[in-house]
């Protein structure tokens, strides 16, 4: 044991006892095992000292005497030891770990069996040292003197033997010496076939045309080593270490690079990196593949054969390549249940991926697809299938949005009833009122038409048709038939704009002289809206041939699908030809010109075309449909579905009322709902009306017997609702009064939201009206923009500027983030109908100013959002003192932003929505797959719902659901949109969809999604 003495001086400092160990040079100091750990000790005279198994970890000894000392069995692991005398010391067995030995003396050092694995030996002197057993895994010993040292059967796996100094009188293992000659004397062009190099530090290695066929590589660290052009066919190299490695033009065939360590900085060829995951994908049998770019740095042109030997894999990834056509081979593939090709080059996927019959998931999204293929129908578990951004054309879009089961049923009546092709197209025709429109649509039919003077203005829409030949893509000639859509430019008509003014048309926006009162710029917005990106010609009517000016130039730059301008005079026919050319040669280049449908569908619409009446019951439909070949319900209901979303009929599948019911003639209906809001007892009564007025309004022999579906089509147009607890009697909110009733209002603690347009389009608060009008406060509060809301001893009042472009909500009472977020939820739905609307919604500011201001600062939500996403805690208010706001406790103040969109929704139904649900709950509970159950005497299919393309409707505001057992089957299913989607909100309740579902019914509701899985 040391002697106490000797620590005791040791411990004064180490100028004391150098000068005692002076003053005493022949006495022998003892400090075995003794705890010196992070005891400065640098420049200590510890020569011939008796340092056996004493603590010295981390202790700085640099430069210290240590000639001849016993340290065998010393803790010394991250001491420093730089430039220390340790000729002949002794420091057998000693834990050198991750030491600092650098320019250290050990020459005749015994060092065997020691540990100094990760230590720093660069530049040590070891000539003469015994080494033999050391552990010198990963230590440096660049530039260390090994010059006839021991190093037998020592460990240097990893070791950076880099400018060591080696003599033939060294004894080292003949592999180490590899390394070192390698490192030393370079290994460009070496013949290193079949070497064991497993463990080598070869970082930075010049390796460029070695031979290293066969070799051992497994662990080695060849970081930044060049291996151009290197012979590695068959070569391990498991587990190597590869970043910043070059590779280029490297042999790699059968080389095995499983769980090698590549980064985006090491050159190699894509091929060779694929192989690398499929090895590991083999060996460790895993059952995903993700080889998508961002991940592999490959941008792949092609998929490289091993892929397909992976009969195992269940999801592979690879979008973001540049993949431009799928091999046969990917039927190889049985087990995938999940195959990501989005974001190629694909112009066609392989009739072989019908061989993925266990896939549910396939993401085709931006490719360069034209037509879905037809394979894809016989995938039967596929419940989960993104195509969007591709050039599409077959099948037809609004087949398309109706998911997987109709794309099936669409392929299958090809299939069986041969095809025809659709040549047939709207033509849209839009402006202020008195512009010209109605003169335009007569003249494109007749040129020769009259003007009439007296000529009452469009109520509403009137549809002609014209037609004219073309010669499609086989030189035959064909009938192209144009539906000519003359719109009424009254204001009144605007609510009715997002269900006529269709994706897949050409618009017309016909203006005249009178430049102030075109309104221009609204009209381009709203078919920037609502019409999915479709050509607008600008039709300047000079009447009397005075100018019409309109800036272009400015308008071509904002709206890219504003195509030409062209000037005529509608009453002398001067420029009606070119109008004529124009029109012709932008609707026959619209995408859905020439769409492949069944032969039975073409036979069914022309029967329905030459029909004389305004309307036929659903039953008429059917039948007309079994007369012509269309056997099926399904294909029936699909059938209707796409005429209506064409425009060329209505058929309000998911409405219990207007279901039955097929109008035929949409400008019937249109008229008849605008008669209500044009009559002039109607105006006068500030839109109020009952069904004894609607009698009178409706007393022509075309409505009499429709008065119920055409009252039920206002509501469907959000144009009106029932009072509550009235028998019969409705308000118009657009003829509202235009002054704001007076109430009081309690500005303390109030929850306050603006919404922000970008462009804001007419009718959002006369619709939003319709949707809550259950909870106007005494059925009065309201008028013309703007209403005040009651719910739960709270208030909420909704105001919309219109010349400002933004609607304005505060809530004050009992439950404000409750009503709340009901609001939000309705007005959202609404925004959601203009597809790519713009706006902004606002909170405001909850400093210690802002919280008594009726003016406080607003921040916009998204900002904040992105300033939590960038860790940005707080937030300035703009307002002087400029207090700062935390980012967190502005959302949280204001509602759960941790809410989902589908909870908010669901969570916040009005009183009579949720007795719905809780009665839908009592129905399904228990109810197994397969079972039916019946809402208002008509069946529902547990293992249906998922094809009704309705989610957008959510829950209807009618009659109450009943719900009794059935265990009959019905080809009507379908029909009851509305109590489907109760259905799946039950289900939700329920928790009989899983997780995955409810995130793809997410999806669905984003239009991200065309189908639902079914419940498990």
């Known amino acids: 044991m040391s002697n106490l003495k000797h620590l005791e001086i040791l411990g004064q400092s180490v100028k004391a006892w150098n000068q005692w160990r002076k003053a005493n040079p022949n006495f022998k100091s003892n400090l075995s095992y003794a705890n010196l750990s992070y005891a400065d000790l640098s420049g200590a005279n510890l020569r011939n000292a008796n340092l056996s198994g004493v603590n010295l970890t981390n202790a700085d000894l640099s430069g210290a005497n240590l000639i001849l000392a016993n340290l065998s069995k010393a803790k010394l692991s991250g001491a420093d030891l730089s430039k220390a005398k340790l000729s002949s010391a002794k420091l057998s067995s000693a834990d050198l770990k991750n030491a600092n030995l650098g320019e250290a003396d050990l020459i005749f050092g015994y060092l065997s069996g020691a540990d100094l694995s990760e230590a720093s030996l660069n530049n040590a002197n070891l000539s003469e040292a015994d080494l033999s057993g050391v552990n010198l895994t990963n230590a440096d010993l660049s530039g260390a003197n090994l010059n006839n040292a021991n190093l037998s059967e020592a460990f240097l796996n990893g070791a950076n033997l880099k400018n060591a100094q080696i003599n033939l009188e060294t004894v080292i293992d003949g592999k180490w010496r590899l390394l070192w000659e390698i490192l030393n004397q370079g290994g460009m062009g070496r013949h290193l076939s079949g070497a064991d190099l497993s463990g080598f530090d070869l970082s930075g290695a010049n390796l460029n045309g070695a031979d290293l066929s066969n070799a051992n590589l497994n662990g080695a660290n060849l970081n930044g080593a060049d291996l151009s052009e290197a012979n590695l066919n068959g070569a391990d190299l498991s587990e190597a270490k590869l970043s910043n490695a070059n590779l280029s033009e490297a042999k790699l065939r059968e080389a095995n690079l499983r769980n090698a360590q590549i980064n985006l900085e090491t050159v190699i060829d894509s091929k060779w990196l694929i192989i690398k995951l499929v090895q590991e994908a083999l060996i460790a049998r895993q059952g995903k593949l993700d080889l998508r770019s961002e991940i592999t740095n490959c941008n792949l042109t092609e998929i490289p054969a091993e892929v397909f030997e992976l009969e195992h894999l269940e999801e592979l990834d690879l979008r973001s390549n540049q993949l431009i056509s799928i091999p046969e081979a990917i039927g190889k593939l049985i087990n995938l249940t999940k195959l990501n090709l989005s974001h ?77 092709y659709l040549y047939e197209a709207k033509l849209l025709i839009l402006g202020a009122g008195g512009a010209g429109k109605t003169t335009l649509a007569h003249k494109i039919i ?162 329905l075309e030459k029909n004389k009446y305004n309307y036929i019951s659903f039953q008429e439909y059917l039948k007309i449909c079994e007369e012509n070949g269309l056997k099926k319900g399904e294909d029936r209901l699909q059938l209707s579905g796409y005429l209506h979303d064409l425009g060329v009929i209505l058929h309000f599948q998911e409405d219990e009322i207007l279901s039955q019911t097929v109008i035929l003639k949409p400008e019937w209906g249109t008229a008849a709902v605008y008669k209500v809001l044009e009559n002039e007892e109607v105006i006068n009564n500030l839109g109020k009306f009952s069904d004894r007025d609607l009698e009178k309004i409706w007393d022509e022999e075309q409505y009499v017997d429709k008065q119920l579906e055409l009252l039920q089509l206002m509501k469907k147009f959000q144009l009106c609702y029932q009072l509550p607890e009235t028998d019969g009697t409705y308000i118009a909110p657009q003829l509202l009064t235009f002054e704001k009733p007076i109430y009081d209002w309690d500005e303390d603690n109030n929850l306050l939201l603006r919404y922000s347009y970008e462009f804001m389009p007419k009718g959002i608060i006369t619709r939003f009206i319709v949707a809550i009008h259950s ?64 706006y902004d919604k606002s909170i405001p500011c909850n400093c210690e100013l802002c919280q008594t201001s009726l003016n406080p600062n607003f921040y916009e939500l998204e900002n904040l959002r992105e300033r939590l996403n960038l860790k940005k805690q707080t937030i300035e208010c703009k307002f002087p003192p400029y207090h700062t706001v935390q980012v967190s406790s502005l959302i949280e103040d204001y509602w759960n932003e941790q809410l989902s969109k589908e909870q908010t929704k669901y969570k916040n139904l009005m009183p009579e929505e949720e007795q719905k649900i809780e009665q839908l709950e009592t129905a399904v509970e228990g109810k197994n797959i397969g079972e039916n159950l019946k809402v208002n005497g008509f069946p529902i299919m547990l293992d249906n719902i998922e094809s009704i393309p309705v989610a957008r409707d959510k829950i209807n505001h009618s009659p109450n659901i009943k719900i009794e057992n059935s265990t009959e089957k019905s080809k009507i299913t379908k029909i009851w949109g509305v109590a489907a989607i109760a259905t799946i909100i039950a289900l939700f309740f329920n928790g009989i969809f899983n997780t995955e579902v409810k995130q793809l019914f997410d999806r669905w509701l984003n239009k991200d999604m065309p189908t639902i899985s079914k419940p498990e």
């Open 344 to 420: 190629n080059q694909l112009t066609s996927v392989p009739d072989s991926i019908a061989k993925l019959t266990n896939l549910t998931d396939l993401d085709l999204r931006n490719n360069k697809l034209t037509s879905l293929p037809k394979s894809i129908t016989k995938l039967t578990n596929l419940t989960t299938l993104y195509f969007s951004g591709n050039p599409l054309h077959t099948p037809p879009i609004e087949i398309r949005m109706g998911g997987i089961e109709a794309i099936r049923k669409y392929f299958r009546q090809l299939e069986e009833e041969g095809t025809n």
């Open 446 to 607: 007749n040129p020769n038409y009259k003007l009439n003077p007296q000529e009452a203005p469009t109520d509403g829409i009137d549809i002609l048709q014209w037609s004219f030949k073309i010669e499609d893509k086989q030189g035959v000639k064909r009938d192209f038939r144009v539906n000519i859509w003359d719109f009424g430019g009254q204001e009144i008509y605007h609510t009715t704009h997002q269900f006529f003014l269709t994706k897949r048309s050409l618009y017309a926006l016909v203006v005249d002289n009178r430049i102030e009162d075109n309104n221009f710029p609204y009209w381009l917005n709203i078919v920037e809206l609502l019409s999915d990106k479709s050509p607008i010609l600008v039709i300047k009517n000079e009447k009397n041939d005075r100018p019409c000016q309109v800036n272009e130039s400015q308008y071509k730059g904002r709206f890219n699908n504003l195509k030409d301008s062209l000037s005529c005079n509608l009453a002398t026919n001067r420029g009606l030809d070119d109008i004529l050319k124009f029109i012709q040669f932008y609707i026959e280049k619209l995408e859905h010109i020439g769409d492949i449908l069944p032969q039975t569908w073409k036979q069914v619409r022309d029967v």
């Open 775 to 838: 909870l106007i406060e005494k059925e009065q509060l309201v008028w013309r923009s703007g209403v005040v809301l009651h719910k739960d001893e709270t208030r909420a009042e909704v105001i919309e500027d219109y010349d400002r472009r933004k609607i304005s909500i505060k809530v004050s009472g009992k439950n404000k983030k409750h009503l709340m977020n009901i609001l939000i939820y309705e007005l959202d739905k609404i925004h959601d109908s203009y597809h790519r609307l713009k």
